[in-house]
């Protein structure tokens, strides 16, 4: 079946140090986006990339980085200037970035600090 | 500035009762607006969407949306609750102009009781 698979389920991160949450698909979409979820707060968008080779900065890009090497991955670097990354991480695709087609959700990480 | 408004965090029904999760939104232009449902520790799974064309839309799961342009909202509905569906509930509506991002609700709690 076609979906998105995100890695791990569950992270830790020490302070001072950058961790990488892997984004993969299967569903030949042009389009993938990263975003963060805390308590009350609904989803905010960290990156998004429309196409291989080329993304941009979503509402709260400060402390992330990401990278868009092959249409099927799109992973989330969360560095040591984000502050306060604890949070549940959910990846997206759609079949392009002008369609009026539903996102696709993967099943998150949820990253904490040790 | 385009947003979507979850006016209540938490809605209870009893099972077999209808139920009715509120959106409102703010945007510029006409909207595209969809529904998703979140269970604990998993993505988002996309219930329904309104793009253009009839004011009640049916969706996955039994879910209902109605479109209402002088109100400017996108209420959810169903005829009859079951327990399964108790979960959280999040409105969003696409930007123009901006590919396919979408901006999100806080998300509704919704807790069907047996």
């Known amino acids: 079946d076609g979906g998105i698979t995100q890695s791990p389920k569950y992270l830790f991160r020490k302070e001072g140090q950058n961790v990488t949450l892997s984004c993969e698909q299967n569903l030949n979409h042009d389009a993938m986006y990263w975003y963060r979820q805390d308590p009350g707060q609904g989803l905010r968008l960290i990156y998004y990339?429309?196409?291989?080779?080329?993304?941009q900065k979503g509402d709260i890009a400060e402390g992330y980085s990401v990278s868009r090497e092959k249409k099927e991955s799109f992973p989330l670097t969360v560095t040591s200037a984000q502050k306060n990354p604890t949070a549940f991480y959910l990846c997206?695709?759609?079949?392009?970035?002008?369609?009026?087609?539903?996102?696709?959700f993967g099943d998150g990480t949820r990253l904490s600090i040790l | 500035a385009q947003s979507v408004a979850q006016p209540e965090d938490q809605v209870n029904v009893a099972e077999g009762n209808p139920l009715t999760v509120k959106c409102t939104y703010s945007?510029?232009?006409?909207?595209?607006l969809f529904w998703y449902v979140q269970y604990p520790n998993r993505g988002l799974q996309f219930l329904l969407k309104y793009i253009t064309g009839d004011n009640l839309v049916k969706g996955s799961y039994g879910f209902e949306a109605e479109f209402n342009k002088s109100q400017t909202s996108f209420h959810l509905k169903k005829p009859s609750a079951l327990v399964s569906d108790s979960a959280l509930y999040f409105c969003?509506?696409?930007?123009?102009?901006?590919?396919?991002?979408?901006?999100f609700g806080a998300g509704t709690i919704l807790r069907v009781k047996s």
């Open positions: 945007v510029s232009g006409n909207p595209y």
């Open positions: 990339s429309q196409i291989v080779n080329d993304f």
């Open positions: 969003a509506v696409r930007l123009q102009g901006y590919g396919n991002k979408l901006v």
């Open positions: 997206a695709s759609s079949p392009s970035g002008s369609s009026n087609q539903p996102q696709h």
